[in-house]
């Protein structure tokens, strides 16, 4: 009777907390690190995964035994179920954590829970409104922001009217760019118009598609040039202008990161540029900086990670293709 109780607890405890082979190092002799992305479902996330698990196999090999965990909500609009995956993992008392917040207010008390609980977090790619983490690895979003917007202000010869389609409410990360963005047209290139800057897109291209036709079933006989401040928003904007014959070049589009589609739209002609992140870097730097931390090294408060336009002229060049085809295989698999 004891031995039936006792396996029936730990079946209640492994599916109320979702343990199994995600529980971390299973020797117990090591590090337990859980990396928390936004959403799964982006090609982004697959970059920060393959850097995070570069990050494990040196630290391995090195000496230094370390297991990482993936684990994040499926879309990158769903608060409640990324604070859910953070408490879920305060309960298991992983030793440290590595967040990117889907939103800026919403992961405050989680994270500052964590922090109370003993587990440290390191934030990664979007910011929190605190200052309650051990560091911040992410990129100059909004240097990355105004980047696209100088480029799109010089194609346009500083004359023109054009769109920004915003990503989400609370997403830290694509707020820093949206505003970058705009500060660099008014500081710049005055005789540039934004016709519309208050649509967000949501977290799906279909959303995103569908929030495009809205906007260009309104500017589309207006429009000369389009920011999009993410991936997903970049490959919807340019089908919808496809759709409407105003891609090619006619309607600059300025994007920001990149997947499979946006650079072949990047090589075709339909899009301009494209502000591109390291997020592989930013996914290795995340876990290094927080085993030093765990080790109790000092570590920097924020950590750059870097930024780049690319265009149709510069993608073939040995640094950018370093950024737009990095050996995600090599670190995550077959299987991940």
Known sequence: ??????????AALVFILGCGTESGDPSGSGLSIVVIPKGTTHEFWKSIHAGARKAEQELVAAGQPVKIIWKGPLKEDDRDEQIKVVENFIARGVDGMVLAPLDDK????????????GIPVVIIDSGLQTDNYASFVA?????G????????????????SVLLLRYAVGSASTTKRENGFL??????????????????????????YTASQNLLSRYGNEVNGVFCPNESVS?????ALRDIGKAGGRVKIIGFDTSVQSLRDLQS??????????????????????????????VAKRIDTGVAL?????????????????????????GN
Request: with cysteine.
């Open 235 to 239: 490959v919807s904007m340019t089908k």
């Open 183 to 208: 500060d660099e047209l008014k500081e710049n290139f005055p005789g540039i118009k934004v016709l519309s800057s208050d649509q967000y897109a949501g977290a799906t291209r279909d959303l995103a």
């Open 269 to 298: 002609g339909d899009v301009q540029g494209l502000v591109v992140q390291n997020p592989v870097k930013m996914g290795y730097l995340g876990v290094m900086t927080l085993v030093d931390h765990l080790g109790g090294k000092s």
């Open 106 to 117: 919403a992961l405050i008390r989680p994270v500052e829970t964590a922090g109370n609980a």
């Open 1 to 10: 009777m004891k031995s039936w109780l006792l396996g029936a607890a730990c």
């Open 145 to 160: 922001g105004r980047m696209g917007g100088a480029h799109l202000g010089k194609l346009l010869g500083g004359n023109g």
């Open 310 to 334: 690319v265009t149709r002229d510069n993608m073939a060049h040995p640094d950018m293709q370093a950024l737009l085809d990095p050996p995600l295989e090599k670190y995550l698999g077959t």
């Open 139 to 143: 990129t100059d979003n909004y240097l």
